[in-house]
């Protein structure tokens, strides 16, 4: 079965600063997909950056980078710039491609406050 | 393009009543999926269906829980004599192909 970690429960930064979120993740599949979620204190997720396991350059959406690394099992999210509207719950979650169901596994999250 | 809707946004049952949620996902889509969120928790997976089938329920308790999805109206997930413990927020999320999963807003059950 998969899992995913996530070792921060919470973490601070200073605006304009850059941040970085932790997530292992443990499978035994080759194929698979990898996710950052942000849930804002509405409660709606969003999705912030996707990584396919098959492609080694890592995926970046402006401000959002991620460090995957597979042979780790490692899939980090850095924020760069951070700004107020950053601060919520981030949720790390492992999709395998195989198989009936694409159902997510989600860690237990980071909640990620930028001060002013 | 509207989104993944839910209602209600809030919902409050007292113990031994029904609960039912509805999600009506983005036009085009034909999977949906629910997830449960307990507090301070991550989203854990219930079940998938798609058009008038049910996929994968591996996530569902066994009992007083049940999902559809007809093939006109919503997705409803039915609990049936609720307790406590369910108190918690349920999220639908849409699909129109395998990845890409786009949630609703979720709704928050309180049972009292």
């Known amino acids: 079965a998969q899992t995913v970690t996530q070792s921060q429960p919470e973490m601070s930064v200073q605006e304009a600063e850059t941040v970085t979120l932790s997530c292992t993740y443990d499978t035994s599949e080759n194929n698979y997909y990898l996710f950052w979620y942000k849930q804002p204190p509405s409660r709606q997720m969003i999705l912030v950056i996707r990584?396919?396991?098959?492609?080694?350059q890592n995926a970046t959406e402006n401000r959002f980078s991620v460090n995957f690394q597979k042979a780790a099992k490692s899939f980090s999210l850095k924020i760069s710039d951070s700004q107020l509207g950053d601060t919520a719950m981030y949720f790390c979650a492992f999709m395998k491609t195989s198989g009936a169901t694409n159902k997510l596994i989600f860690g237990t999250g980071t909640l990620l406050a930028v001060q002013p | 393009n509207a989104g993944v809707m839910q209602n209600p946004r809030h919902l409050v049952r007292r113990r031994g009543q029904e609960a039912r949620l509805r999600c009506s996902p983005m036009k085009g889509h034909s999977h949906v999926y629910w997830y449960r969120q307990l507090p301070e928790e991550g989203l854990k997976f219930m079940v998938y269906?798609?058009?008038?089938?049910?996929?994968?329920e591996s996530g569902m308790p066994k009992e007083r829980f049940s999902a559809e999805f007809p093939k006109e109206g919503p997705s409803i997930l039915r609990i049936q004599q609720v307790v406590r413990g369910d108190s918690a927020a349920y999220f639908c999320a849409s699909s129109p192909q395998a990845y890409e999963q786009y949630f609703g807003p979720g709704t928050r059950l309180t049972v009292t």
């Open positions: 990584q396919e396991a098959y492609k080694q």
């Open positions: 269906l798609q058009k008038e089938n049910i996929i994968d």
